[in-house]
């Protein structure tokens, strides 16, 4: 019933261990395990070989257009994207996915919780109506039904957070998303220049989506801030450095009894 669908580009490694993971822990609750791959230089096809995962290649990368591709690829009507680097955890993962879905044929998708803002909403009772953003789906640890997919496709002209998106539409259609207390974890370090690709694509999504004008005042502020805060870090961390550089040479001259 449920088709496991990972985004991956260039990382084989968390890849390696996402795979793993899924089947030996859950391969009786999923139907298949498909790899979405951006043209990795990597070793990705050889480990999606090892586990017996399926391979479907992509050129042309965008967030909308390839959760489209991932939906089109899956056979089951219950579809579960993860990025390389995210992976389920609690052992009744999938299980309680498919007994919501089970439950509620109104239901277009589901939020996993891997965070303390998604663990705060999902305690509080705060619907995705209420908070799109923090109660909408994510698409590195979501749900949602193929069946509302082929109604209402992902936008492939937003720069980031089709997730989102596509919650605010669905809801408005007349659809739910829901939370379900399936955990999962989010490993990932990002290098700056991926840090500032992800920045440029959440600047014109938030305006998309959110509507957050961007204005010079603010920009200047940001700028200010950041700048601030690399100089308080360099002074704190020459601080600390110094006061462990003298505890270690009192050390040295007042060392403690061995036992």
């Keep these: 019933m449920i088709s496991v669908v990972i985004r991956t580009k260039n990382q084989a490694k968390?890849?390696?261990?996402?795979?793993?993971?899924?089947?030996?822990?859950?391969?009786?609750?999923?139907?298949?395990?498909?790899?979405?791959?951006?043209l990795s230089s990597d070793n990705t096809a050889d480990i999606v070989k090892h586990y017996d995962a399926r391979l479907v290649t992509i050129k042309n990368f965008s967030f909308g257009g390839s959760a489209n591709i991932c939906a089109k690829e899956a056979k089951g009507p219950i579809i579960v994207l993860f990025s390389a680097h995210s992976y389920p955890v609690s052992h009744d993962f999938f299980k309680l996915i498919q007994q919501k879905f089970?439950?509620?044929?109104?239901?277009?998708?589901?939020?996993?919780?891997?965070?303390?803002?998604?663990?705060?909403?999902?305690?509080?009772?705060?619907?995705?109506?209420?908070?799109?953003?923090?109660?909408?789906l994510i698409f590195s640890g979501s749900a949602f039904s193929k069946t509302v997919w082929q109604q209402h496709n992902f936008k492939e002209d937003v720069a980031?957070?089709?997730?989102?998106?596509?919650t605010t539409r669905v809801l408005k259609a007349?659809?739910?998303?829901?939370?379900?207390?399936?955990?999962?974890?989010?490993?990932?370090?990002r290098t700056k220049k991926q840090l500032h690709f992800r920045f440029k694509n959440d600047v014109v999504g938030n305006y998309q989506l959110w509507h957050e004008e961007v204005t010079l005042t603010n920009a200047n502020k940001g700028l200010v801030m950041s700048l601030f805060k690399i100089v308080k870090a360099v002074f704190v961390d020459s601080y600390y450095a110094f006061k462990r550089y003298f505890y270690l040479l009192k050390f040295m001259l007042n060392k403690p009894k061995q036992f």
């Design 14 to 38: 968390a890849l390696a261990f996402s795979l793993k993971n899924l089947k030996e822990r859950y391969s009786k609750d999923i139907a298949e395990i498909i790899v979405l791959d951006n």
């Design 174 to 189: 007349g659809f739910e998303i829901d939370f379900v207390p399936s955990i999962f974890s989010y490993e990932i370090s």
């Design 160 to 166: 980031t957070f089709e997730d989102k998106e596509w």
């Design 102 to 136: 089970d439950a509620n044929s109104n239901l277009a998708g589901l939020r996993c919780l891997h965070s303390k803002n998604d663990y705060r909403n999902y305690i509080n009772n705060i619907s995705a109506k209420e908070d799109p953003n923090k109660s909408g």
